[in-house]
């Protein structure tokens, strides 16, 4: 009997370690999400009420006590009960490891540092079970083992926790050493630097700006997202060459002081703010918070610097009344903009309207854009402010902007001519702004009918379920029929489609983003027109499910 409970108890333990490994991949998942944030890690752990791993500690922990009894007639089912169980708890780890995701764990040096000494314990005890049974040792030992295989399991966060912290200076050393690298480059280089920043069309914008200087210079824009500290190092170290002559960075932030530390690394000369909106929130606060936020980019630039925003913001107008450099301003409804658009329309996939860069009464530059939309117009203009300010030929700036193509996700129109179909793919980010401006687009846009498919809005602190529930509102008056991903979370918009007057037919709640592809395969017919408005990070799905 002690030989088969000795088998069964180390049978369990390996599936229980492979439990520990599933539960530890996910987190490790979730804290680069975070940026490596233990607190954002702890508060969506708690959140969902995952901080113990509860599933199994309920179910395991009668049992494996049961195991701390002596070996004697009667414990048969013990160890056959910990047989049986074993493959359940394996594949409870494999299926946290295979979770389906939005955006997959990657396993940069600092990720594989991480999860290996994260799992260390775990593989330590798995070894000590492995030869305790070997050796025939009694089946308490066996039983304190397994005991500590559950407590693994149940403090996999602080694991991970811990090995970040112990890792901390090993971490601070890398960083060191690429940030001299980066700053190294730089000077070597000298670019032109423009930092970009915004609550939302930041990163079009760059796309924008890129274009419009890569039509009068050698430019290199930050790829993608890469908008955080070490995205804009990595940036330089891997792809800023001596033919650049212009820098263009993108500059995210998720508290006080992200932008300036940007702006001490690249030293920007001219600087951009797109808009100031209640992104964030959860984060900051308030909306003071966010535009104090944004404006360090304003502080940070030279005397001989020059800022260009947004006339149409109101935020931003007030952070241009106290700039200490020249202003630009550029917009669609203030007239006191330099640079303005005028006669906007949606046609034919293209976003058309007339450019004059002096003024309203200056002569006008047609423009016929690949980018959808209003907003897109503003992300247009900033970079022909930019271009203005550099003094770039006229014509040059048209041409720029008549090349930019949307960045993935954004407001991209995909054509199923087969299907008869036309997807707006809108899914990168959402806010309320934005998602106003993308039903705008949709309520624009030639149609049989309008779909629209949403998780909703997220980190907008206590305001979230009223702006929800008027982004509910907003969209009754635009769509024929509406996909909510998310059963709990899109409560608040259900409350404003049906406020509204939205049909409750018209409506279909599910899980998961699978699943409403899966419902907009059955709905969908010639002549629609959908557009998927945010695809929400992995952080954010429901308890589980997934995207």
Known sequence: MKTFMGIAAAVALAALAVRVAGRQHRLLHLFQLEHYEGARLLLWLRRRSETWAPRELIALGALYAAAVADSGAGLEWVASALLLLSTPIAAIGVADWRRPTVKSLVFTGRAKRLFALALAPSILVALAALLIAILGMSTAALAI??????????????????????????????????????????????????????????????????????????????????????????????????????????????????????????????????????????????????????????????????????????????????????????????????????????????????????????????????????????????????????????????????????????????????????VIDDAYNSNPAGAAHALEVLREHPAQRRLLVTPGMVELGEQEQDLNRRFGEQAAEVCDLVILVGRSRTAPIRQGLQSAGMDGESVHVVDDIHEATDVLGRLTRSGDVVLFENDLPDTYAEPGKAG
């Open 145 to 422: 083992v397994l005991a500590l295989g559950l407590a693994l399991l149940a403090l996999s966060p602080w694991l991970l926790l811990g090995a970040n912290r112990v890792l901390a200076p090993v971490q601070a050393t890398i960083n060191r050493r690429y940030e001299t690298n980066a700053r190294r480059t730089l000077d070597d280089v000298g670019p032109l630097v423009v930092g970009i920043t915004g609550s939302y069309g930041k990163t079009t914008t760059k796309f924008c700006v890129g274009e419009v200087l890569a039509a009068d210079r050698p430019t290199l824009v930050t790829p993608e997202s890469f908008n955080s500290y070490l995205g804009v190092i990595r940036t330089i170290n891997e792809r800023l060459e001596q033919r650049h002559e212009a820098f263009v960075v993108e500059m995210g932030m998720f508290r006080r002081g992200d932008i300036q530390e940007l702006c001490e690394l690249v030293k920007p000369t001219i600087g951009v703010i797109t808009a100031i909106g209640p992104m964030h929130l959860e984060r900051l606060g308030s909306i003071d918070e966010i535009a104090a936020a944004k404006g360090e980019l304003l502080e940070a630039l030279p005397a001989d610097g020059h800022f260009v925003t947004n006339a149409d913001d109101p935020r931003c107008l007030e952070l241009a009344s106290a700039a200490h450099v020249p202003v630009t301003l550029f917009g669609i409804d203030n007239p006191s903009a330099q640079v303005l658009a005028r006669n906007v329309a949606l046609e034919d996939g293209h976003t058309n309207f007339e450019l004059h860069l002096d003024g309203p009464q200056s002569p006008a530059l047609a423009i016929r854009a690949k980018l959808l939309g209003r907003h897109n117009t503003l992300n247009l203009l900033a970079a022909a402010a930019l271009g203005r300010a550099l003094g770039i030929d006229a014509q040059r700036i048209a041409r720029g902007l008549m090349s930019v193509s949307a960045p993935e996700h954004r407001l991209a129109p995909i054509h199923n001519r087969a299907a008869g179909i036309v």
